[in-house]
């Protein structure tokens, strides 16, 4: 079985598009932001319980609007959303936060001279202190190894930033 990732992949009906919050670094004249530093998914119907933070290797296009104002997801992001909302823990929301802050999907075009450590690790760092384990939230760190396609700075880099 093959996977089609450049198709179009929608949230599910049970994500609540109309309140997902992207805090990002906008760039001027550009329909997609210079850095993405988390986003924060709310499922409907689920106004109380924990909320899952999942630090992923790096953002994708996942929530930003189409031609016809709706929404897009990703295929891991829709994965992650997937479990987590048929989760036991009954998690109300996701925010998915990135070990590299640089927008891209593909590493390849990632270029180390465009990577915010200051502004992501701070923010890392502050959301991470934020998070409420009395409410059950989790933290799920996800970002797994680091694509083969690659480049050598990022290989270095993204070992510098798990550390």
Do not use: C
């Not at 994965?79 to 987590?84: C, D, P, R, S």
């Not at 202190?129 to 270095?156: E, Q």
Request: hydrophobic content about 40%; cysteine-free.
């Amino acid at each position: 079985m093959s996977i089609n990732f450049k198709r179009v992949i929608e949230f599910s009906h049970y994500v609540d598009e109309t309140n997902i919050r992207i805090s990002q670094e906008i760039v001027a004249n550009s329909k997609i932001p210079m850095h993405r530093f988390s986003i924060f998914i709310p499922f409907n119907n689920r106004e109380i319980g924990p909320v899952a933070t999942v630090i992923m290797y790096n953002p994708s296009k996942a929530g930003l609007k189409i031609d016809i104002g709706k929404r897009i997801s990703d295929f891991t992001v829709y994965n992650v959303l997937q479990f987590l909302y048929h989760h036991k823990e009954k998690f109300k929301a996701v925010r998915i936060m990135n070990l590299f802050s640089s927008y891209s999907s593909n590493p390849r075009r990632l270029n180390s001279s465009k990577l915010n450590h200051i502004k992501n690790n701070r923010a890392l760092k502050n959301r991470i202190s934020k998070i409420n384990h009395v409410r059950g939230d989790k933290l799920i760190l996800a970002w797994g190894n680091l694509p083969k396609s690659a480049p050598a700075k990022i290989s270095k880099l993204y070992k510098k930033q798990i550390e």
